[in-house]
Each structure stands twice: as C-alpha cells, then as structure tokens.
C-alpha cells in the first residue's frame, strides 16, 4: 500500500516540475524539491524567520541556510532585518519568487485535477479522510509533532 502512496507522490511531482517547462518563468525551471517547499513555507508565513523554518521543516541549520542563501542569490527570497530583534531577519518571497511558487502552485492544481479525474467528491473525501486516519496512526505512534508541510 505504502509503495502505491509513494508511486503517486513520486507521479505528481514528476508531472509538476515537468509542466513547469511551458511555464514562462525561468527560474522554476531550476527548482529542487526542497526549495519549492522553502518557497511554500514563506509564501504560507511570510516574514517567517530561518529558525522557524527549521523548527518547522526538522531540517538542519547549515542546509536551511544553504537553502536560503542559493534562494536569495537567485533573487526569489527577500530579506529585512528585524526591528524588535536586530540580529534576526525576517525573510518573505520576492515578486520573482511570488511568480515561481504561483506557477508550481498552478501545474499542481492541473496535475491534482488529473488524479482524481473520475472520482466523486464523496469519493475524495473519504480518501482524504483515510489518508489522514493512517498519518494520525503514525504520528501517534512515533510520538511525532504534526509532519512539516
């Protein structure tokens, strides 16, 4: 079963970054996988800092600000110090980056529309609904905090 939910992740994620060459944006074409997802976290808390993306993601410091520093190179984050902590910068996506992770977002939606072509609503519900019963599961098991977006 966990082989099929790995196949369809792996499907969805291919044809994503696979659309995004009609896209007319460049700079997603040179997207990896964890910097679309820096990019969602900041499209989803902008001013966010980089330690709360890495209590947040679980990832490690040095790769977080790797990760940051190759983004703000490539001008898709911006940053700004913080007034009330001026060793703290707080970072948001820059017109480019809004351009990047609204395309992404947008082969997504095609791509999400193309998996569950045929399928009811109630049918979506219900697979959601169990999808989220079997990460629950396993949360609890492993005493994890809720997964990283």
Do not use: W
Not at 110 to 139: D, F, P
């Amino acid at each position: 079963m966990f082989d099929a939910v790995h196949n369809v992740m792996h499907l969805y994620r291919s044809m994503q970054l696979r659309g995004l060459r009609d896209t007319p944006c460049e700079a997603a074409h040179e997207l990896t996988h964890m910097e679309y997802k820096v990019l969602g976290f900041f499209a989803r808390h902008p001013g966010a800092s980089q330690r709360e993306l890495v209590a947040h993601s679980g990832r490690d410091k040095a790769q977080v600000a790797r990760l940051i520093k190759g983004l703000r190179d490539r001008h898709l984050l911006d940053a700004q110090v913080d007034e009330s902590d001026r060793r703290s910068t707080r970072l948001r996506l820059s017109p480019l980056g809004h351009q990047v992770i609204d395309s992404l977002q947008g082969m997504g939606a095609q791509v999400s529309n193309l998996a569950v072509q045929g399928m009811s609503g109630a049918e979506c519900t219900q697979l959601l609904a169990l999808l989220m019963r079997i990460k629950g599961n396993l949360e609890a098991e492993a005493g994890a905090a809720p997964a990283a977006d």
